[in-house]
């Protein structure tokens, strides 16, 4: 058998050998340096690693990373199961220790020269800002920006070779360390070079395990991989074990080992030892094989293992009391085995299970006993565990040991150390644990120098910060219940405050009535900033509740006692509040007031150092503009916010509401490409709620205009489900409503059009809401307009009476809806044309049109352009004044825009009358349409292949969407070239959207 150097000593040990070829993995080792080919391009690439525990994980990316040494690094790090108490982000500070040692604390220097080391230096105390604690200012955004960093530092350090970064056994990843892997996960698109490897146990994921959720929404995004590891086959582990033992087995080992271990590769090591032995399971093999080590080593491992899977030597010295010479020597053995791995200063199980199996050894009065002694040693000297970590360690260990006042004082530091690392979940779990224990600790508030209130109300902070509203207002509601608020009325405004800000955050039904009892607590003049911060907090309350009269009220007192009191947070808060509810359309004169506010607004929240109201200023911002019709303007500053939120790692959230900021006014602007990449991009990324909504949504009216209606219902589908379980908001819902009823009327379906039409009329509140009723309205009258305007013979009666309705009502309430700013004008004269269309009075719909004409071109909105011109066109071409030489310019130039801008729906109709009119057409053959041959018949897959092949994506995305493989992908694109005889895939498209390839399925 071959033992590791010092075999000699270890007579009669028999533990597993380790092979030292490795065996098989050749399509797993591809697939891995194809993706990071992949991330060599530039683009993204990050493989999820499943397979049962022992079955060779960890194996496979350890090899792949020596494959990569020269022409890249790797960088990893492992999850701990610790359970509740563990080490939050623990793999990443791994992978920066890993980095501090290889680069030196120079190279890390030079790779962050410049900018704020600081949030690192949380993960990693050696990486600290030298000058002293971070920027306590931001520590809301702390979290967010320390995400930020370690994806800056990683790309900083792609830039100079192609970086692997593995993170293994994520099944024990605390939620922390899920988080950030998520983020930077999400945000590979924007960073050169790295890949990102994550190992877990697919045999650990019981049905609620957290990992789950999370592997399912990474598994979404295109650039995401997920292998599974397979067993060896019986050749392989036969190679296994030939090299294991440096010599060839018998055929009859090799039977009964890869029987028995099943070409799991952990199982045929330990099997190869004792082959006469049957286990039962994993866990006992382990355990045969330590139990073969000498009794004082396996003594010495059971008090290890109550140190956690690795410990410091030092530590470890301390504990068993052992001198130098005589722990080396009883721990040779272990070592030599393969049990225990050693490393520059300290140990490390090879294996959780072997460390587990021996903790479970322990008796039950010497399990407590070795807590206390670890618990003991590390508060004699914190400098035994890494740096950071000593309390949560001394709260695992008192937990452990039972001390009830020491646990609750060490999870009360642990708590503070994780809210310094910004684990807030951890934290949280802390708190928790403080708060289980305060009962049953005399002088729980002495000991910890805090009382039960003050112990909530931050629980309920660090809730809020980790989003998890619900427990946050248990936490709030229960110290509301232990104050006085005759006695300390601020801090019992300050907790109703919170809880507000908390159930608004949970999406709840809002009440004010918190606030308002808030209120009358600080009314004396005693409390004028808490007052500030409440009446802010109201304000924006209210707004939400639509009582916009009293909401400016209350912001503008906010802001007035706000400056008095120097808090520029809540005025920045009040003046956000005050730009939102300025009316509407003070966008054409007053517009430069609100853009006023809003430029004030930045500039508190700048002084207030707080990201997150920054971020709610360039939202406003383009908001404003957007409404204003300054459509590049709009873009531009929502593009800035989005870097801004970016860089505070603040994509998921801030992200996707800038993201439809962004891609709007392109749009409307008739930048459709990049409007496209904006939203693409953003639905990419893992984001949920109301404005990823918005962002499918955005590209269904895109496709819709485009006349790929399969596209258009596929991501009407999508906006529909993100909406489902959000509650009414009339900038996403009636958007939503609009995009429903045109696609209706495109598939044909009149009468359901023209029902969601009459249903939103009747159920909706448009007067309050001008800037998104137009819309509708205007698409409304079109839909209308469309029945109405078909010669008597084609028309249904029933349809026609419908419309007949719903043009009534649309045009009731467009009588009484407020008109601000210029595209509500252009919106307002479009839906007049379209109601004397309706009404077929050409004389007035020639006027009609043309002015809107004029109004869109001012804007910049090709598309409305288009369809005005083609319809000036229509009606200087009927009635009895029809004329065909004035209609001529104005239908050429709708085909030319509509041509421009991939308009397909807009150049059919315009092509369509052009014939009729026996216009011709830039571009296009005077003479009939030549005939077809007949469709050529596709599968349903192909069919399916090819719906996404025109809307532009990319082979590994349809696999993705459609779970498949890219090659399968590819294989079914050449054959629909083939069957529809078309060249390019752009072309395939083309013939898909022109033959109508795509309309019938479903
Ligand atoms: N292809 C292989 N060739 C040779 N030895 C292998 C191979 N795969 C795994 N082994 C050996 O099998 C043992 C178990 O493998 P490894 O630790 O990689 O498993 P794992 O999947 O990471 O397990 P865990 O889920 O416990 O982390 C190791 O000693 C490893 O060296
Ligand atoms: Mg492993």
Known sequence: ??????????????????????????????????????????????????????????????????????????????????????????????????????????????????????????????????????????????????????????????????????????????????????????????????????????????????????????????????????????????????????????????????????????FVEHLLGCESMVPASLRDLVFASVQRLPEETAELLRVAAAGGSRLGHALLTRVTGLAEEDLARVLRPAVAANVLLADGDGYQFRHALIQEVMHEDLLPGEHGRLHVRYAEAITADPTLVPAGRASVELARHWSAAHDLTWALISAWQAAAEAGRTLAYSEQLGMLTRVLELWDRVPDAAQRIGADHVSVLATAAEVAELSGESERGTAFVTAALREVDPAAEPARAALLLDQRAALAAQGHLVVSSEDLKQALRLV??????????????????????????????????????????????????????????????????????????????????????????????????????????GEHVRAAEVARTGLAEAARYGLSRTSGAILAVNVAEPLVAAGRWADADEVITRAIAAPSTGPHRSELWRLSGTLALARGDLASADYAAGRAADLLAPTRYRAESHLPHRQLQIELAAAHDQAADALAVARDTLATRDLQSSPRYSWPLLRAVAQVAADVLARPAAARDAADADLAAGVLAAATEQAAKLSVHGPVQVALRLTFQAEAARADGTPADGRTLWWAAV????????????????????????????????????????????????????????????????????????????????????????????????????????????????????????????????????????AIAHRRGLLAASD
């Open 1 to 266: 058998m071959a033992l590791a150097a010092g075999a000699g000593m270890l007579e009669g040990v028999t533990a597993a050998g380790v092979s030292p070829i490795f065996v098989g993995r050749a399509e797993q080792l591809a697939s891995l340096a194809a993706a990071l080919a992949t991330v060599r391009r530039g683009e993204p690439a990050a493989v999820l690693l499943g397979g049962e525990t022992g079955v060779g994980k960890t194996r496979l990316v350890t090899e792949f990373a020596e494959r990569l040494a020269g022409s890249g690094r790797a960088l990893a790090g492992g999850c701990l199961e610790l359970g509740p108490a563990g080490l939050p982000f623990a793999p990443f500070t791994a992978v920066l220790r890993q980095l501090a040692r290889e680069l030196g604390a120079a190279g890390v220097g030079a790779l962050l020269a410049g900018r704020p080391a600081s949030e690192l230096g949380r993960l990693l105390p050696e990486l600290a800002d030298p000058a002293g604690q971070s920027d306590e200012a931001y520590q809301g955004e702390a979290r967010a920006r320390l995400f930020e960093q370690v994806l800056g530092l990683l790309e900083r350090l792609a830039r100079i070779a192609p970086v692997a970064l593995i993170i293994e056994d994520a099944h024990w990843a605390d939620r922390s360390t899920r988080d950030l892997l998520t983020f930077l996960i999400g945000n590979l698109p924007d960073v050169r070079g790295l890949l990102i490897v994550v190992t877990f146990r697919s045999d650990e994921l019981t049905r609620k395990h957290p990992l789950r959720p999370l592997l399912a929404e990474l598994g979404r995004i295109s650039w995401v991989e997920r292998l599974e590891l397979p067993r060896l086959t019986r050749p392989e582990a036969a190679a296994q074990m030939a090299a294991i033992l440096a010599q060839e087995p018998s055929p009859a080992v090799i039977d009964s080992v890869f029987r028995r271990s099943e070409g799991n590769p952990l």
């Open 854 to 989: 004029a109004e869109w071109d001012q804007l910049g909105e090709p598309l409305p352009l288009g369809y005005a011109l083609y319809r000036a066109a229509e009606a200087t071409l009927s009635g009895a004044a029809g004329n065909r030489t004035v209609a001529e310019t104005p239908l050429r130039r709708a085909a030319e825009i509509a041509r421009e801008l991939g308009a397909n729906r807009l150049l059919a109709d315009a092509s369509r009358l052009a014939r009729r009119a026996r216009i011709t057409l830039p571009g296009e053959p005077s003479a009939a349409e030549p005939t077809e041959p007949p469709a050529p018949a596709l599968t349903p897959r192909e069919t399916e292949v090819l719906r996404l092949v025109a809307t532009g994506a990319s082979n590994a995305a349809i696999a993705a969407e459609l779970f498949i493989s890219a090659k399968t992908v590819s294989v079914h694109v050449s054959s629909i070239l083939a069957k529809l005889g078309a060249s390019s895939r752009g072309e395939a498209a």
């Open 523 to 628: 009314s004396d003049g005693r409390h004028e900033a808490v007052r500030a911060r409440v009446l802010a907090s109201l304000a924006q309350l209210l707004h939400k509740q639509n009582a916009d009269e009293q909401a400016h009220a209350a912001a503008a007192e906010a802001l007035a006692v706000a400056r008095e009191e120097s808090e520029p947070r809540t005025q920045a808060e009040a003046l956000l509040t005050l730009a939102v509810l300025a009316p509407e359309g003070a966008v054409s004169a007053a517009g430069a007031d609100v853009l006023g506010l809003l430029a004030e607004a930045r500039a508190a929240a700048e002084e207030a150092r707080d990201c997150g109201v920054l971020i709610r200023a360039a939202i406003s911002e383009s908001h404003v503009l957007e409404g204003l």
